[in-house]
């Protein structure tokens, strides 16, 4: 790695594995949660890590600030070594890491003020410094006015803002985000994803954010890793990874969310309705599709838009159009042959 590379990463993951034993002692069972993953998590950008459940994404991210020993491979936090260190070593390199929870993980007894003060108490802070500090938290995450209440006083998103607050208190490099979402109705998700975005952008934090939500990371990743049974098996930004999803997994999230390929049995239909010839189309900012069907025009060819969509995406547009085209099959192949000069263009047999 060069030097300046390495000064862009803040989480570096080689080759880790997590093995967990379970079972009777006579009868010892293995699961491997993590296995030989590498991933190199750069300053300042928000970094989400997809998977359906028991993929492993809970145990990558608790071996980042060591809440589970890694069975074999290096982990770094902003250069230092995270595997292999005792509670001791690690408390300081826990400092620089945040953390905010599904459940969001309050105390009860505590107001909310209480809860953010609590680790600056932990971490030695005078009184008057923590007064201060949390006043200035509660204003970021908007909750001045709720100072004195109990959590069981708050809603879901306003109690996940407090989680936020407290993870930010001694001001971490890193904010590890395990599905801090999904307990939270649509419109109170989107309200913690643009907390969240403040701050990564006013603050400079970096996130690394667990989800098995791709509407979470389509609002909030600038890239993504998506994991499966241990491994990760995709890792891009996320304009690649939705527009040119490569792994089986990675194209089942990226459909639950967007979906402008027909399936199988639509294709079928649109076969019976269209009888021109079926062609798949990607739409991005670069592919001039419009021009090339303007010339087919002339040149006799005639075309239909059987299923599609396009979206944006971290600034660029991606999809797909299925084009039916219709004229001579000489016409008809030399459209064909123009639009592979521009795009990606699947055949949809017959
Ligand atoms: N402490 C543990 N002891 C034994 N097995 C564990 C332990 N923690 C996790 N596992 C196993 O490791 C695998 C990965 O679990 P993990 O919780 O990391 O997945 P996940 O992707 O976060 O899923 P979820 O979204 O459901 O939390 C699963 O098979 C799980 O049963």
Redesign the pocket.
Known sequence: MSPAAAADTLVSIRDVSKV?V?GPRRRPRT?T?VDSVNLEIRRGEVFAVI?Y????????VRLINGLESITSGTLEVAGRRVDGRSETQLAPIRHDIGMIFQQFNLFTSRTVAGNVEYPLKRAGWKAEDRRARVAELLEFVGLTERAGNYPEQLSGGQKQRVGIARALATSPELLLAD?STSALDPETTQEVLGLLRRVNRELGITIVL?T?EMDVVRAVADRVAV?DS?RVVEVGTTAEVFAHPTAETTRKFVSSVMRTVPRPDELAKLRAEHPGRLVIVDVTDRSRIGAVLSDAARDGVSFDIAFGGISILQSQSFGTLTLSLTGSDDAVSRTVHALRAVTTVQEVSH
């Open positions: 967990f379970t699961v949660a998977g459940s028991g993929a492993g994404k809970s145990t990558l599905e667990i098995h994991m241990g």
